[in-house]
């Protein structure tokens, strides 16, 4: 198994610019999220989706976007990049089990600077 | 969902038992208590999640208390490849959407 892939490791945009950040895994998982770190915080999430079809916002949705169309694939979309969204993009994945999120998986996470 | 307390960082000897205190005092019943690890600027890591009970693996040892406000991470014997940003989180039958992972410990593990 893969894992949590996520595409591009790095990326540079200029303000303004739009792009999506892919995110897959082979788990079969229900459950998948986006969470964003900036410089010496933690992870706060984004986005997340308990299947496909279904997503939620998370604590700082703002300025993107998600879709879930698949069970492996959760793409996230900056509709018009900001310096503000300079960053480093984590995907996770995890069972749902009665309800319950279980264990996390992350990937290995995109590294985002806008200009 | 329930919000931690960790401290920001922690030194711990090599070869010594590190231990993480997390304070979680507003968790309900049905929340868990979970563990990761963040090595440098990696994906964070599972290492260990409870309920109630104690709880061992092969990485740590998960100890909560009676009344589940607070738990302590124990990593028996701390290596340098142990050291890492750890967090603390609850998560229970609503799934991760509310919680948060806060900024975490940072454990530097010192030869």
């Known amino acids: 198994n893969a894992g949590v892939t996520q595409t591009p490791k790095f990326q540079v945009l200029k303000t303004g610019q739009s792009m999506t950040l892919q995110c897959a895994q082979d788990?079969?998982?229900?459950?998948m999220s986006w969470y964003r770190q900036d410089p010496g915080m933690g992870l706060r999430l984004i986005h997340y989706?308990?299947?496909?079809?279904?997503?939620d916002q998370g604590e700082v949705p703002n300025g993107y976007n998600v879709s879930r169309s698949t069970t492996e694939d959760f793409p996230l979309r900056l509709l018009s990049a900001a310096p503000s969204q300079t960053s480093v993009y984590f995907c996770?994945?995890?069972?749902?089990?009665?309800?319950?999120?279980?264990?996390?998986?992350f990937g290995p996470g995109t590294r985002l600077t806008v200009l | 969902d329930a919000k931690t307390t960790q401290p920001t960082s922690m030194d711990c000897a090599e070869g010594r038992a590190a231990n993480l205190p997390c304070n979680h005092s507003?968790?309900?019943?049905?929340?868990?208590v979970y563990w990761y690890r963040q090595i440098h600027s990696q994906g964070p890591q599972y290492i260990i999640h409870?309920?109630?009970n104690n709880e061992t693996n092969e990485m740590a040892s998960l100890i909560i208390t009676e009344d589940r406000k607070s738990s302590t991470l124990i990593l028996p014997h701390a290596t340098l490849r142990d050291t890492a940003v750890y967090y603390c989180?609850?998560?229970?039958?609503?799934?991760?959407?509310?919680?948060?992972f806060g900024t975490g410990t940072k454990l530097q593990v010192i030869p």
């Open positions: 996770a994945s995890s069972h749902l089990a009665g309800g319950r999120t279980d264990t996390q998986y």
């Open positions: 788990m079969n998982h229900e459950y």
């Open positions: 989706s308990v299947g496909a079809g279904i997503t």
């Open positions: 507003t968790i309900s019943g049905n929340e868990y």
């Open positions: 409870g309920l109630k």
């Open positions: 989180i609850v998560g229970g039958s609503g799934g991760y959407q509310k919680v948060t």
